[in-house]
Structures are given as structure tokens and as C-alpha cells.
């Protein structure tokens, strides 16, 4: 399918769902991968895991998608013609187009669904530990259990984050090694 310059009302509603306005006007491997991102955040944050730093970031994707819709939409024929279609994580890449690769996708998917799993089977164990522990210490244990997954998770995007801190410290180190040379 060749992308072809949608407007109109049609073109409006399809952008107030992530990634449709995209698909619409033929640039599926965006659409899908902005509705894909979009999607998986919202199941995530439904089961139970960080819910608050996870809608948050839903409702950012839907405001990115939104306006980069929006900016479809608005942009000339030229520049209209000029865009290729790519997944949404190749907006971020500082110029580089990387190729994510089966195996790469396939351990993402993985994780996530191992995280969703997790997360199911800690809403089975928490309804065996009620059962086990007795009333007049459930009342101070529950508050404490409860919080387990959201505190994993909380774990994991710091842990992501300073992961991720340390890779921009160390390009950027590299980058004035080779300058200085």
C-alpha cells in the first residue's frame, strides 16, 4: 500500500486512536507499531504494574500520536511524498536507521508477556496468601504485598534508567576520545 495524503474528518477521527491515522494514509509499519507501543503500555499498566508512571506514559504516546497525525496531515505534497514508512522507535535513533532484527523483537515480546504472566500469577498468590495469613495480620500485611509488583517494576525502570544514563555517559566519553585524537 502507497502512502497517499489523507485530510479531513476522517483523517481526524483516525488520529484520536494511536496509530490509525498513520495506517489510514498507508504508512503501516508506523501505525501499527504507534498502536502496537500504545496498546502494550495500557495492558501492562491494567494488570497492575506501575499504574500511575504507566498511564502517564500512555497518555503521552496518545498526545505524540496525535499530533504527528496532525503533522501528517498538515505536511505540503512534497514533504508528504519524501516520508518513508518506519516503526515509531526510528524517530528516536540519532539519524541512524537500525534494523531491529526477529530476535530482538521476539525477546521484547517475550518479556512483556513473561511481565503479564508475572503479574497474573502475583493476583493468584495474593488471594493464597490471604487465605494463609490470619485476619489480625492481614490488616498490616496486605498495604506491603500489595505494592510488590508496582515496586518491581519501579525497580526495573530505574535500574533502565540509570542503564541508559551510563550508555549516553560512555558515547559521549568515546565521542571526545576520538575528537581529541
Not at 90 to 111: M, N, P, T, Y
Request: net charge negative.
Amino acid at each position: 500500500m502507497s502512502p497517499k495524503k489523507k485530510t479531513g474528518f476522517f483523517a481526524f477521527v483516525c488520529s484520536l486512536i494511536p496509530g490509525a491515522a498513520e495506517m489510514y494514509m498507508g504508512y503501516m509499519k508506523l501505525g501499527i507499531s504507534m498502536m502496537f507501543a500504545f496498546v502494550l503500555v495500557f495492558m501492562i499498566a491494567g494488570f497492575g504494574f506501575g499504574n500511575e508512571v504507566l498511564l502517564f506514559l500512555d497518555i503521552m504516546i496518545w498526545f505524540y500520536s496525535f499530533f504527528h497525525a496532525r503533522n501528517l496531515v498538515n505536511t505540503t505534497e512534497e514533504e508528504f511524498l519524501t516520508l518513508k514508512d518506519h516503526y515509531i522507535w526510528e524517530e528516536f535513533i540519532d539519524g541512524e536507521v537500525q534494523i531491529v532484527k526477529a530476535d530482538s523483537v521476539r525477546r521484547i515480546l517475550a518479556i512483556a508477556l513473561i511481565v503479564i504472566g508475572l503479574g497474573m500469577l502475583w493476583g493468584q498468590m495474593e488471594s493464597i496468601i490471604y487465605a494463609i495469613i490470619p485476619d489480625e495480620l492481614w490488616e498490616f500485611a496486605y498495604p506491603m504485598i500489595r505494592k510488590i509488583p508496582q515496586t518491581i517494576v519501579a525497580v526495573c525502570i530505574i535500574v533502565f534508567g540509570i542503564f541508559l544514563i551510563k550508555g549516553k555517559k560512555k558515547e559521549v566519553q568515546d565521542g571526545e576520545t576520538n575528537q581529541n585524537s
